[in-house]
C-alpha cells in the first residue's frame, strides 16, 4: 500500500492559504483545513440481542492502541466516540446509514484516496477497521504499518 501519500490530494479549490505540504508525516495540518474525522464506540455498552453485562468493540479497542502508541495522530484527526446503539447519527450524517460500523476513518470533503481500500460514501472517502484505517495513517502520518 506504498504510494498511497502520492494519490492522497486536496482539491485546490478547498485550499486556502500559502501552498503546504500537508502530506508529510511530519507537516501541521494548517488551522483552516477540516482533520479526518475517526469514529470509535464508547466502550462499556449495552448489547440486549448478545445478554446482559457491558462490552467494547474490540476492533475499536485496537485503534485506541494506536493511538496509544503513537500519540501525535490525535493532532491530526478529529476523533469522536458514538454510542453503539443504532442509527448513529453523527456518523450518518456523514457517510450515510448503511456506513455506520466502526470504527471508520472519514477523510473531510475535498479529498481524494486512490487505494484499493479506499470506499466511497456520500462523496466521502472512507476507510472502516483496523487495517484499512492503520493502513491509511500509516502512509499519510508516517507511522510504523501493521505487521502482515
Known sequence: MSGIRAEITQSSASRSGPSVDWMHPNATIPANMTKPILFLLRPSFPDPRVGPGAYYCPHCAAIEGLLAYFP?????????????ARPRREIVAEVGEANQACPVLVLPSGWEAAPATARRAEGRVLFVGPEEIGRFLADWCGIALPHP
Do not use: A, G, N, S
Open 72 to 84: 501525535e495522530l490525535r493532532e491530526r484527526l478529529d476523533i469522536r466516540h458514538v454510542d453503539f
